[in-house]
């Protein structure tokens, strides 16, 4: 544990230095929850909503792209159920005075036999070697049986009293498990109750007619209400789907996972309209092609996994989290949801309006089923960030930390480096620079002897250091120097270009999930 936190805190200090995350109005001591994205930041946010962009929108003829306005009529949340059920279970200690979830309480109570799991697994791996088969250890060893069991009694019992709304029951589970506050050991807990997450604010000048809004929680809502003009204006045959990404608002009760949990945050989202009765397959196809997403930029196959929920929101008929293994352990990434027409039949009943769609080749109308797949860009850029800070040992005895992100994410593709500050090298170095930056984020750096400068590079994630040495005056060649593998390479100045796009290039990445 002491190591996952000692890594975490890595993360966030490195987020810092590197000039990626701040924390917002810091020279007021910050605001709980609210980041600011730096230079280096706000570039790796806009590269990781082009490449879900892209994948959504530009590869599929039948998915589009909206921007819906953050605030919205009202009767929006009341249709879409946020008022009355857009709540988190919250605890007090009544010792230590900290609040926190009661599901999670008891998930991180979960999560801590899932370890003991991880560790018997490990030691038959070791026992066994070559011969080890850890589906079949994991099917058949007592001990281990026995803790998945009691994971999957726990949950399932907590699934059914927050389905149920019986507060009392997640209590008293607590109760049971002897839960105690992580902070003061303590196990005086107050009654679990319900807290609704939505910020509210209000529209209009004057006090008597000011109109009571809230902040969107999620982003969905404006994609149902604009449904029928999309389909419309866009002559969209089913199935369909329309996508959005856009700052959504809650007020979370805990919050101190850095930017995993925001009260501020972005959502990368699409609903996809089907025919009623082909959601399975529907919902399948996206869970599978989301994975595929994920893993087409290379973080690991065995740091994502499913969990299928035990308690389902009020919309849905079938939901799943691609969970990704995180500095503190595997968290919810991505959410595929099979939100039947549950969202577009309120918002008929709450505007008086049809929202249906008349099929030709059924020659009916209908209400569309929708299949939701909803990604935080936030915890995206968690994931990637965290995936990519490595301390690596070289060679030579030392060390160097290195950001290995995914080229085609990295904020700045190449960094152009003159040997020396002199004999006209700075001056073929930006000569470079001026050309490259027509197609890639570039940067020039001529401070400090270049072993240093590569180092840097490697801490801020940048892929490549081009080098001008005074061989280049002569034959027009340049080193080229791999930030993963340190190779170098010399190469002629013409050729970069067409290096550095095949590596950086959406295409090349994109392509790996096929
Ligand atoms: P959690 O269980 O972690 O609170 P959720 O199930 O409420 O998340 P959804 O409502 O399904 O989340 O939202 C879709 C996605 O939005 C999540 O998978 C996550 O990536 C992101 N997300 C949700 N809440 C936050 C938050 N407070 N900060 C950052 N990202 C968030």
């Not at 490449?51 to 953050?70: H, P, R, S, T």
């Not at 930029?297 to 740091?303: H, K």
């Not at 080749?361 to 800070?389: C, H, Q, W």
């Not at 013409?494 to 095949?502: E, G, P, T, Y």
């Amino acid at each position: 544990m002491a190591n996952q936190d000692d890594q975490f805190k890595k993360v966030i200090s490195h987020a810092k230095e590197y000039g990626y995350v701040f924390q917002s109005s810091e020279i007021y001591d910050g605001l709980s929850a609210v980041y600011d994205y730096a230079q280096n930041g706000v570039e790796l946010k806009k590269n990781i909503r082009d490449y879900w962009w892209k994948a959504m929108v530009q590869m599929n003829e039948n998915i589009v792209g909206l921007d819906a306005a953050i605030f919205m009529h009202p009767t929006t949340w009341k249709a879409s159920g946020h008022v009355d059920a857009f709540n988190d279970p919250l605890i007090d200690n009544k010792d230590s005075k900290k609040r926190y979830r009661a599901d999670v309480l008891i998930e991180d109570y979960c999560a801590k036999i899932e370890t003991k799991i991880e560790k018997e697994v490990k030691k038959a791996e070791k026992r066994f070697g070559e011969a080890f088969n850890k589906a079949e250890f994991i099917s058949t060893n007592g001990r281990v049986v026995g803790y998945q069991e009691k994971i999957n009694t726990i949950l399932s019992r907590m699934g059914k009293s927050l389905e149920n709304e019986d507060l009392a029951d997640v209590k008293a589970l607590i109760e049971e498990l002897e839960i105690a506050c992580p902070l003061s050991g303590s196990k005086n807990w107050t009654d679990v109750k319900q807290f609704n997450l939505m910020f509210g604010t209000k529209l209009g000048a004057s006090a008597e007619s000011a109109m009571d809004l809230y902040l969107r929680p999620e982003t969905a809502q404006g994609i149902f209400v604009n449904f029928l003009n999309v389909q419309k204006t866009g002559r969209m045959k089913i199935p369909f789907g329309i996508a959005q990404t856009g700052k959504a608002f809650r007020n979370e009760i805990v919050a101190r996972q850095f930017i995993f949990r925001m009260r501020e945050f972005e959502q990368m989202e699409m609903q996809f309209f089907i025919k009623p009765g082909t959601q399975k397959e529907w919902y399948e196809h996206w869970k599978e092609t989301r994975l595929k997403w994920h893993l087409s930029l290379g973080m690991g196959q065995d740091n994502y996994r499913f969990h299928d929920h035990e308690k389902l929101a009020h919309y849905a008929d079938a939901a799943a989290d691609i969970e990704f293994k995180f500095p503190f352990g595997f968290k919810e990434l991505e959410g595929i949801h099979s939100r039947t027409d549950f969202d577009l039949s309120q918002h008929e009943k709450f505007s008086g309006k049809k929202l249906q769609y008349f099929d030709h080749e059924e020659n009916k109308s209908y209400v569309p089923y929708v299949l939701e797949t909803s990604i935080g860009l936030d915890r995206m850029f968690l994931a990637v960030f965290s995936n990519a800070l490595q301390e690596e040992a070289l060679e030579n005895g030392t060390t160097r930390t290195v950001l290995k992100l995914p080229s085609v994410l990295a904020p700045v593709k190449a960094a152009i480096l003159p040997l020396v500050k002199k004999d006209g090298l700075p001056e073929v170095a930006k000569e470079i620079l001026e050309d490259l930056k027509w197609d890639f984020n570039v940067i020039y750096d001529e401070k400090d002897a270049v072993g240093r400068r590569y180092r840097r590079q490697d801490a801020n994630g940048t892929p490549f250091c081009i080098t001008v040495d005074h061989d280049t005056l002569e034959d027009q060649s340049v080193t080229i120097r791999h930030r993963d593998s340190m190779e170098q390479e010399r190469v002629k100045i013409s050729d970069l270009k067409a290096i550095i796009k095949s590596e950086v290039e959406v295409r090349t990445w994109l392509k790996k999930m096929k």
